[in-house]
């Protein structure tokens, strides 16, 4: 019994961290036209990206599992298994069917803050980054200003209606595109809890508002906030 506890809490403890990132990395992969995750993570604010999110934002909920160390998993993760080029692993294949996976791979860390006596869940920022990335993603346009193929998702038809107003270059407040995402925003099947209730949407719709601002502005929004967040 003891084992299969052990078994269930590593099993957890690896969606919590490798899945998550792996998605960080292929949802920005796609805007970024990159076609490999071991070459993204020669991408310094890419790296940053997912070392923030790895260490800072979900380690402090990952429950040690008692096969490895939650740090030295993720460090492992980290240097060994994302940067190795002989993992054929593609963004534009990770970021198949994202719209089942971010609950999961996202919204319990957010619900383990919300049940915290600790933990603030103010302090989760690059989580809301990547939902951000993901609705600049859902444009199907990269940060060259090119269109490009979205992965299959059973919930295409669903979420891509929410940003199809939206076009590379506007100049939208946070508040306005908060209007035209709440819809989306609010969904708990998708995100594991609903956003705007959370008051992390507010983050989502500014990160968004910068996202889609000019070509380039996905790579200058990345490197803002990856610096900004750097410890």
Request: aromatic letters at 8%.
């Amino acid at each position: 019994m003891v084992r299969s506890d052990r078994l269930c809490r590593a099993e957890a403890h690896s969606h919590l961290d490798v899945s998550a990132l792996h998605t960080a990395l292929a949802i920005y992969g796609c805007l970024l036209g990159y076609e490999r995750i071991s070459d993204e993570m020669k991408d310094p604010e890419l790296k940053k990206l997912v070392s923030i999110i790895g260490y800072e934002e979900g380690l402090p909920v990952v429950t040690d599992p008692g096969v490895i160390h939650p740090r030295e998993f993720i460090d492992t993760v980290l240097n060994v298994r994302l940067p190795n080029p002989f993992m054929p692993d593609t963004p534009q294949r990770i970021a198949t069917d994202t719209s089942q996976k971010l609950s999961i791979r996202f919204g319990e860390t957010i619900k383990a803050y919300m049940a915290s006596d600790t933990l603030n869940i103010n302090d989760l920022k690059l989580i809301p980054l990547v939902f951000a990335g993901w609705l600049r993603y859902l444009m199907a346009v990269n940060d060259n200003g090119k269109v490009f193929t979205l992965s299959d998702d059973p919930l295409l038809d669903t979420v891509c209606p929410y940003v199809a107003d939206f076009k590379l270059g506007d100049k939208v407040t946070s508040d306005k595109a908060r209007e035209r995402l709440s819809g989306i925003l609010s969904n708990s099947a998708i995100f594991g809890v609903d956003l705007i209730e959370t008051g992390i949407a507010n983050l989502v719709c500014m990160y968004f508002a910068e996202l889609i601002s000019r070509e380039g502005a996905v790579r200058a929004t990345l490197r803002k906030y990856v610096t900004r967040e750097e410890k």
